[in-house]
């Protein structure tokens, strides 16, 4: 995701990375530890905010409103499912609207793909 935010920021493309410590303690440090992490190691330059639940009684209300505004709710039953893992994705449009979800599992280049549609259309 670094090199899609290099490539497309100048386009209006950004990233907001909000770690999570809810998947087997992944994010244990401090919010600047975590940055300085991502920093260092993989040169990220997009705004690392803070720690957030995604999951759970304690969902961030961003988090609310994402899921219940994607594909992991579901209109028929009312439900909404959980974000399964760290990385998840969701891309918003420049009106706030969620546009698609990627879960963690989804294959780098067909992110990026999305992203490449979206950005130069």
């Known amino acids: ?23 087997f303690g992944q994010e244990s440090g401090s ?15 997009f705004p690392v905010l803070e720690k ?6 304690k969902t961030h209300p961003l988090f609310v409103y994402l899921r219940n505004n994607s594909s992991l709710y579901d209109s028929k039953t009312g439900t909404t499912k959980v974000i ?3 990385f ?8 706030g609207k969620v546009i ?6 989804t ?7 999305f992203i490449q549609k979206y950005v130069e259309k």
């Open 84 to 86: 399964p893992w760290n």
């Open 1 to 23: 995701m670094v090199k899609a935010h290099e490539r497309w920021r100048n386009s209006g493309f950004e990233i907001l990375a909000f770690p999570c410590n809810q998947f």
């Open 52 to 57: 957030v639940e995604v999951n759970g009684d």
């Open 31 to 45: 919010p600047q530890e975590i940055e300085d992490f991502v920093t260092k190691n993989f040169n990220v330059k």
């Open 107 to 113: 294959k780098a280049e067909e992110v990026v793909g």
């Open 88 to 95: 998840a994705k969701f891309f918003i449009d420049s009106s």
């Open 100 to 105: 698609e979800f990627f879960p963690p599992t």
